[in-house]
């Protein structure tokens, strides 16, 4: 087992002197994460531009999957460490191979990594050197340069030098927390959580906000929200989630509304809520998972005038991708099991036959000055159920 993981950042090379505000953030994500994993005695630091995180006991295959989530880091690579002494490196590397097992190994490669040029052996030679005493001791075994089953990496740094054979692709991207605040209009289905991955990597904590159509469908639908919730809190260094109990507003507004309005305007109110709890908790834009010509209330016409009466700015990272595009994001982060559970959705049931594709901003303006709704919704808003996600996707409480 690996008591140290060498993180590798993305973007943050390209910041220049904004720099130290991307590693402080990520930084601290890291803490938070690991404190809420439980990884005792831990130390973060920042060498050669990686963060290096040493544990006093070894981290679990399932807590190195959870750091490999964390917004702003390139990869995750699980390493032992030794000190700065050449003379350590080929039993190091001896050591790495039996843990790898060899009944499946036929060929390797050395691969080394010289960052600290003081180091008095250059890299291809340790390569070169390292590899000639591995065919000695497992002469079963050939070098190969060129994907090759084992890949044993030597990288030589400030302090110590890290010998690992796994490479973890992490999310990329910016660290939450470095790009704003927003507001996600989460539902059960498969676009919101594929949207909310897109703009965790983006850098933006995210507030999550769900639309409860109770009494309309059963509390069963809440078990599906709050597991979305806590795969996307694995993203999000812990977040929270409002539930707003909105299926007695929808009731009243389709006896107010035109029949082919209703998917519009139940769109239009939501947005309104999203903008309520925003200047609450000083959120900064709202969210949402729409997909031009998804559906009915995303055809352009009808996006272009939810947006007209919406105070904030609406972001819409799918706009441009179709289905099968956003399915395979959704199973790569692991949400898509979650999100084709089956569930009521008032939407659905009281979406009409025939929903308009173009609105008319004349009878939206019209319905909208005909039926103020501010206080009902600013009500459902205080109203709404908390409920807290830490970093490692625990539920940690409800109010």
């Not at 490999?68 to 000190?83: E, L, M, V, Y």
Request: proline fraction near 4%; charged fraction near 25%.
């Amino acid at each position: 087992m690996y008591n140290t993981i060498i993180i590798s950042i993305d973007e943050l090379w390209l910041k220049g002197k904004n720099r130290p505000f991307y590693f402080k953030t990520l930084k601290k994500n890291i803490k938070l994460l690991l404190k809420s994993l439980g990884q005792k005695n831990t130390s973060v630091s920042i060498e050669n531009h990686r963060f290096i995180i040493n544990s006093e006991e070894p981290f679990s295959y399932e807590n190195i999957k959870a750091i490999s989530n964390i917004p702003g880091t390139n990869s995750i690579i699980p390493a032992f460490r030794i000190d700065k002494n050449y003379e350590l490196i080929f039993p190091a590397v001896v050591d790495e191979i039996n843990r790898t097992g060899l009944s499946d190994i036929q060929n390797f490669r050395i691969y080394t990594k010289r960052v600290d040029k003081l180091f008095p052996v250059r890299s291809m030679d340790v390569s070169r050197d390292i590899g000639a005493l591995v065919i000695e001791r497992f002469p079963e075994l050939k070098a190969k340069m060129v994907k090759p089953d084992l890949q044993v990496e030597i990288r030589i740094l400030r302090d110590y030098i890290y010998i690992s054979s796994e490479k973890i692709i992490a999310p990329g991207g910016l660290p939450v927390g470095t790009n704003g605040h927003l507001i996600t209009m989460l539902s059960g289905g498969i676009d919101s959580p594929v949207a909310s991955y897109l703009m965790s990597k983006r850098g933006c904590k995210q507030t999550f906000m769900f639309f409860f159509a109770y009494p309309m469908v059963g509390a069963e639908v809440m078990e599906k929200i709050e597991k979305l919730t806590s795969i996307l809190g694995r993203y999000q260094s812990g977040c929270r989630l409002y539930v707003v109990k909105f299926g007695d507003f929808q009731k009243k507004l389709v006896k107010l509304c035109k029949n082919e309005y209703r998917t519009v305007l139940f769109r239009k109110y939501m947005m309104e809520c999203g903008s309520i709890l925003a200047k609450k908790i000083d959120g900064q834009a709202l969210l949402t998972g729409d997909s031009l010509g998804q559906v009915s209330s995303q055809t352009l016409t009808n996006i272009s005038e939810i947006d007209h009466f919406t105070d904030l700015t609406i972001f819409r990272p799918l706009v441009g991708l179709n289905k099968i595009e956003i399915i395979e994001i959704a199973k790569k982060i692991g949400t898509f099991q979650t999100s084709v559970i089956p569930y009521d959705d008032a939407c659905s049931m009281l979406a009409p036959r025939h929903p308009v594709l173009r609105s008319e901003r004349s009878y939206l303006e019209k319905f909208i000055h005909e039926n103020n709704f501010d206080k009902e919704l600013k009500d459902l808003v205080l109203d709404a159920e908390i409920i807290d996600i830490d970093p490692s996707g625990e539920l940690t409480g409800k109010d």
